[in-house]
């Protein structure tokens, strides 16, 4: 049968797809993430006790942070009296001033200034021996001249006053370094001028002793014709390669089959008449030649017709042979003619070549040599203009301002001075503890979802595996200490659970099978827990209220339980049946259900996988086929033990459980390889304790569908 169920040949023992599939769930599946965050709900309740732990700690540990503050602004450009204004660069300034404020220098002077102010300020050194001074922020509010300046200590006076003294002494750092600087304005502007006037005297004369030596003219036309030559003559030199190529090409032709000759006498093209350099061989064929060959043609037919009715020792023939061989002698020392002269031509055009390339190279080294040159001319003359525009500069800044005689005042001012220290609550550390909590709670349930490969809804499955789920059976509420509550019973209101399982009975009757219908059934899971003896429970009893006399056999000989949910006697049992043989009947115990039959395991034994080798168990299939419509077994798990591999080849088919949040795809993804290996007829899968709230349940859900009839409903009917 060719199905996507089961190998498509005997050789290939792994269901197609199976060893591609990735163990990892999808990290986009929201259900998953929604499993695994329910069962790992103590990793987000600890990273948050954690983090308040920590929070609470800091709060408890820190010592409490005082903060004072001041504004300082920037009054503008000062207009000077005489027209000039000073001003300074405003894409560096407000920068300049906020790092001028916290360079060593004014951050000495403040303290310098601190200490003797008021000396009860004591302030610690830090290895270099350098004083500890509050924290400093300043920051310029937004479009504005304004500068907002923090300073923050664990003592709140002596923040006030630092930042006090910072300020001052800044101000009058700016004071002292314009009073300085402003006396040896004018002086240094002088200066200037003379060295640029040296510079451009310099400049000068160097073009000068430039255009004494070098004709300015000829190298311009040198530079602009130099390019225009080298092009023409690049283009002849490849022009006359072109005809060397032709040239060999007519002589290649005529050589295996004398070319030209029969282009020629055919109207074709002749190759050497393409050459377009004077040099190149274009001679014609001499009209005695094509008179020859024509008459070399008109013989061979000639002979040819003879050769009908004559032999070849006929006068006739072989004077006619003789003049055929004249003709070709005449033709071939045409034909060495012409070769001749191709060579000729050859060697031509190969002199030609040379001469082009050191052409080529003397006017490449000439324009190199021209362009050089020029390039001098051309950086001298640009100094010159560099220079002499900023002389001009100079010269208009000298005569418009008068600096030591117009600046005064200072345009950087207090605009609040520093404020009473106030306590500051510790609400970015809170914040990035509480961040940081957040992070390890969200990032350890990802990378928990990541690494957990359980499938927790029926996409997921589908997702995975090939294998066509059979059916579903939903999660339901299982009383204490009452395993037989699990099982569907007639009349069952549960009826989400008895449809699930009625899906699953008309899935495997209606079952296509090369040799008939489908009658033994086994069913196992990968690993233990999966809820496989309840699932060959429940379908044993719902297809025995369907009427069909069905065998429920417990094949797990070392730890089965299906006689507890039954309420019946473990022994005799499977075991005594397959190591002492003879009649089945005598093993079969009686259930609540008229149709159902039973097999308990027997007595436990760790080497059962011995005993479902034995012609006991064979007659024990045949039996259950033979006397009854369905032949269900309840196995062991696949790595449980060997059990399931061994006996799964011998019946009609597998029916393999997984469980919702239990089963892992790389476990059950082995598990069914192991199977298709041992040549196993696996039907499908069938997901256990789906969860029927989630939004992939769509079965049966719709209750006003299931309620009991009334007996005014009978009595309608």
């Known amino acids: 049968m060719n199905s996507p169920l089961f190998p498509p040949t005997p050789e290939s023992h792994s269901q197609p797809g199976i060893t591609a599939l990735s163990t990892a769930i999808p990290q986009s599946s929201y259900n998953h993430y929604l499993a695994v965050l329910r069962r790992k709900w103590w990793l987000i309740l600890s990273a948050m006790l954690l983090t308040i732990g920590t929070a609470v700690a800091y709060l408890q540990l820190r010592p409490p942070i005082f903060q004072s503050e001041a504004i300082m602004w920037v009054s503008g450009t000062l207009q000077l009296p005489d027209g000039a204004r000073y001003t300074e660069d405003l894409q560096t300034f407000f920068g300049t001033q906020m790092e001028l404020i916290q360079t060593d220098a004014i951050i000495d002077r403040a303290v310098k200034r601190l200490k003797d102010k008021d000396s009860k300020f004591k302030l610690c050194e830090d290895g270099n021996g350098r004083p500890i001074v509050p924290k400093l922020r300043i920051a310029q509010a937004p479009r504005s001249a304004v500068f907002a300046l923090e300073c923050r200590d664990t003592n709140g006076p002596l923040a006030q006053s630092f930042l006090e003294a910072l300020m001052d002494e800044f101000l009058a750092y700016r004071a002292e370094v314009r009073a300085t600087t402003s006396g040896g304005a004018l002086a240094s502007v002088s200066d200037q001028v003379y060295k640029q006037e040296q510079e451009i005297k310099s400049e000068q004369e160097r073009l000068n002793a430039f255009q004494s030596t070098n004709n300015v003219a000829l190298l311009e036309a040198q530079v602009r014709d130099g390019g225009a030559r080298l092009a023409q003559l690049r283009m002849q030199l490849d022009m006359t390669k072109l005809d060397i190529q032709l040239l060999e090409a007519a002589a290649l032709e005529q050589t295996a089959t004398g070319g030209f000759v029969t282009n020629l006498l055919s109207n074709a093209p002749d190759p050497r008449r393409a050459l377009n350099s004077p040099s190149a061989y274009s001679a014609s064929l001499p009209v005695d030649f094509v008179t020859a060959y024509q008459q070399l043609k008109s013989l061979k037919v000639q002979r040819d017709q003879l050769s009908l009715y004559m032999k070849d020792k006929h006068p006739k023939i072989v004077k006619l042979n003789e003049e055929i061989a004249l003709a070709d002698k005449v033709i071939e020392y045409f034909r060495q003619q012409s070769l001749e002269q191709l060579n000729t031509s050859k060697q031509a055009l190969v002199i030609r070549i040379q001469s082009l390339e050191n052409a080529i190279k003397d006017l490449e080294a000439c324009v190199a040599e021209a362009n050089l040159r020029y390039a001098d001319y051309d950086r001298i003359k640009a100094n010159i203009q560099r220079l002499q525009g900023f002389e001009d500069r100079l010269l208009t800044l000298l005569q418009g301002v008068d600096i030591n005689r117009n600046v005064s005042g200072e345009n950087v001012t207090i605009l609040e001075h520093a404020s009473p220290p106030v306590q500051q609550a510790p609400l970015l550390a809170l914040s990035a503890i509480l961040m940081l909590g957040c992070m390890i709670s969200v990032g350890s ?273």
Not at 466 to 472: L, M, S, T
Not at 505 to 524: F, M, Q
Not at 574 to 585: C, F, M, N, S, W
């Open 445 to 717: 349930v990802m990378l928990s979802a990541a690494r957990d490969d359980r499938f927790d809804s029926l996409d997921a499955v589908r997702h995975y595996f090939p294998q066509e789920i059979v059916g579903q059976i939903p999660e339901i509420e299982i009383k204490k200490h009452d395993k037989q509550s699990t099982l569907i019973i007639p009349n069952d209101t549960r009826h989400v659970l008895t449809e699930s399982c009625r899906n699953l009975r008309s899935s495997l009757l209606y079952w296509p099978l090369e040799n008939g219908t489908l009658k033994s059934l086994l069913v196992t899971s990968a690993t233990p827990d999966e809820g496989k003896s309840t699932v060959a429970a429940s379908l044993a009893r719902i297809l025995a209220m369907g009427g069909a006399r069905v065998l429920l056999v417990d094949g797990d000989l070392r730890c089965g339980s299906l006689h507890e949910l039954l309420e019946v006697s473990v022994e005799p049992g499977l075991t005594e049946l397959l190591a002492q043989g003879g009649d089945p009947k005598r093993f079969i115990i009686p259930t609540d259900l008229q149709c159902l039959s039973f097999i308990p395991r027997g007595h436990c034994i760790p080497d059962s996988a011995d005993l479902f080798l034995r012609q006991s168990f064979t007659d024990l299939l045949a039996f259950g086929k033979a006397e009854y419509d369905h032949f269900i077994m309840d196995c062991v798990s696949v790595f449980a033990a060997d059990d399931a591999v061994t006996i799964a080849p011998k019946l009609d088919g597998v029916l393999f459980v997984t469980r919702s949040g239990s089963s892992r795809v790389g476990i059950v993804r082995r598990a069914l390889e192991l199977l298709y290996q041992r040549q196993s007829k696996v039907l499908g899968l069938v997901f256990n304790r789906a969860n029927p709230s989630a939004g992939s349940y769509h079965y049966y859900k719709y209750a006003k569908y299931h309620k009991p009839a009334t007996s005014t409903q009978f009595n309608r009917i």
